[in-house]
């Protein structure tokens, strides 16, 4: 029977396992490398190789003289790597951003519900800024869609999930330029500028089910204006028709 080599891969589960079992937080410092060697019962060489590693995807932070340190891991490549798959789905077929666009609304309905009850002082902080922000740019269409997107980002955040909050912001970038394009008007700019208000006084309010529906009222103006810009017939007078009427 043979006995699996141990390599780069064995040291960073090795590592992450230690990570959790010991609650480690970005910041903390990790043990030496000789330490962890005897510990893993691995050769420090391929320890002090798979922890390059680790430092590669952003696990750790090595610093010479000092030590290696836990770092917040940096899901950039996820995000891109997710917008790039939606945006193939989108360009199949024009329908599948109706799709995505209740991906997100199932995906942000919940969360938002989560950073009520969750949020701490500095969360709503940043919240208020983007929402200030957001409120600055009515008047420039990609401005304030990007500040919405900032916004919306700052509640996944404040709700805990990081990977909620990467799978949000793969959404928003496949969007992006579908949002640019059905936020034809000033007007529209200015209602979802109130409709963040009360959904972050909610927010500060702790108030999770009113957050919720305010979020699924949100989505339901954004849903219709995205399925006009596709010719499609508005969600809202599509669900008021009787049964056996072909729906999207």
Not at 52 to 73: C, K
């Amino acid at each position: 029977m043979s006995t699996e080599i141990p390599n780069s891969r064995t040291v960073i589960s090795k590592l992450i396992q230690f990570i959790r079992e010991n609650q480690m937080r970005a910041g903390e410092r990790l043990p030496a490398i000789p330490r962890l060697a005897a510990d893993w019962q691995i050769k420090p060489s391929i320890v002090r190789d798979g922890l390059l590693q680790a430092e590669s995807l952003g696990l750790v932070s090595i610093h010479p003289r000092l030590g290696t340190f836990v770092q917040q891991p940096d899901l950039t490549p996820m995000v891109t790597a997710l917008s790039e798959t939606l945006d193939l789905a989108l360009m199949m077929d024009d329908r599948n951003l109706v799709h995505l666009g209740e991906a997100r609304l199932m995906a942000e309905r919940e969360t938002v519900a989560l950073a009520a009850e969750r949020a701490q002082p500095e969360d709503l902080l940043i919240i208020r800024q983007r929402l200030e922000q957001l409120q600055l740019c009515v008047g420039d269409r990609a401005a304030f869609v990007q500040a919405d997107e900032d916004f919306h980002v700052a509640i996944a955040r404040a709700a805990g999930n990081p990977i909620m909050t990467t799978f949000i912001r793969a959404l928003l970038v496949a969007l992006r330029p579908y949002r640019q394009s059905t936020l034809v008007r000033e007007e529209d700019a200015a209602r979802t500028a109130e409709k963040h208000v009360l959904i972050y006084q909610a927010l500060a309010e702790g108030d999770s089910e009113r957050a919720r529906t305010l979020m699924e009222e949100h989505f339901a103006a954004a849903r219709d204006l995205i399925r006009q810009s596709l010719g499609l017939q508005p969600a809202s007078e599509r669900d008021s028709q009787p049964p056996g009427r072909g729906r999207l």
